[in-house]
């Protein structure tokens, strides 16, 4: 794996100091203050390139911890021809039918979001944090994109193989939905079986000003996130490390112009535009649809 974390340059010094060659042996006096004076130039020289090296790396972001293989390669493609169905269909206990609204979902108390996630978490070992953040994400685009029809397991599907749920690489999912440390993936630098990004986003979310890399537990591309960028967890901060704020920004995504995320057609093109792979919505497909059938198991609360 090739890193590249921005551009770094060495500087040449310019040394060339012209010096008349003396006529003859200089007298000791001369002698010492011509030495002198030569100390003096290469002490502030010295001082001078290591002040340009340090504005540099200050000013330079130093790159988040990088994933280096993919999450999910374990995962096996389901054996499904693409278009042909969609996954398996699961309602969020709560919603429409309860009247209750996404940001508040999971912080009314039992009968809602929060004993729902906790119960599919057992049956789905789908961490109930991240099951929050996927059926915070339908239930939000059910109230602001009802035709879409994006389902929490499809979300989930997503979130597994990006980032085995923002838990990738030893990183633990805290309560507040960003992980232990940040999940920031390769070097998009054009090199083998990567794509060439340059940078957008001058290291902001990434923490690498030379090319981008994508981000947080649905690893969002930084230009990606400002367009899709949202605020799943009501704080009025849109991150792309929260999980709340990546799920809902995934599921925008996702339902961008219309698209109806419950038919065969639409949900291949909404996956395959996330990423264009085959095997990759295969997985999604085969993951989306066990989280669903397994979830069918858990009672709605009333």
């Known amino acids: 794996m090739r890193t590249r974390t921005g551009k770094n340059e060495d500087d040449p010094i310019d040394a060339s100091v012209e010096e008349a060659a003396p006529a003859g ?10 030495l002198t004076r030569l100390v003096v130039v290469l002490a502030v020289l010295a001082v001078a390139g290591g002040g340009i090296w340090l504005v540099t790396r200050a000013s330079t972001p130093e790159a988040s911890p990088t994933t280096t293989e993919i999450p999910a390669l374990q995962v096996k493609a389901a054996d499904v021809r693409p ?4 996954p398996a269909g699961g309602a969020v206990a709560g919603g429409a039918e309860q009247q209750t609204s996404p940001q508040q979902a999971h912080r009314t108390g039992p009968a809602t979001l929060t004993q729902w996630a906790s119960q599919v978490a057992a049956v789905t070992g789908v961490p109930a944090r991240a099951l929050q953040a996927y059926g915070n994400a339908e ?7 009802p035709k879409c029809e994006i389902s929490w397991a ?3 599907g997503i979130g597994r193989i990006e980032s085995n749920h923002g838990q990738y690489a030893g990183a633990v999912l805290g309560a507040d939905g960003r992980p232990s440390k940040p999940i920031t993936g390769v070097p998009l630098d054009g090199s083998a079986g990567v794509q060439a ?3 957008t986003d ?3 979310y990434d923490g690498d000003a030379g090319v981008d890399r994508a ?3 649905m690893q969002f591309i930084p230009s990606t996130w400002r367009k899709w960028a949202a605020d799943g967890n009501g704080d009025g901060l849109g991150d792309p490390q929260q999980i709340d704020d990546a799920a809902l920004a995934a599921a925008r ?3 961008a112009g219309g698209r109806d995320m419950a038919s065969p057609s639409g949900w291949w093109a909404g996956i395959l535009s996330y990423n264009n792979s085959t095997e990759y919505a295969q997985k999604v497909f085969g993951l989306a649809d066990g989280y669903a059938k397994g979830a069918q198991s858990v009672r709605k609360q009333g």
Do not use: E, H, K
């Not at 278009?83 to 969609?86: C, D, L, P, Q």
């Open 83 to 86: 278009g042909s169905v969609a």
């Open 25 to 34: 042996p200089a007298p000791r006096s001369q002698s010492v203050a011509v």
């Open 139 to 145: 239930l939000a685009m059910r109230a602001d994109q």
């Open 154 to 156: 499809t979300l989930a």
């Open 215 to 217: 981000v947080g537990p």
């Open 253 to 255: 995504y996702l339902c």
């Open 197 to 199: 990004i340059g940078d």
């Open 202 to 204: 001058g290291g902001r």
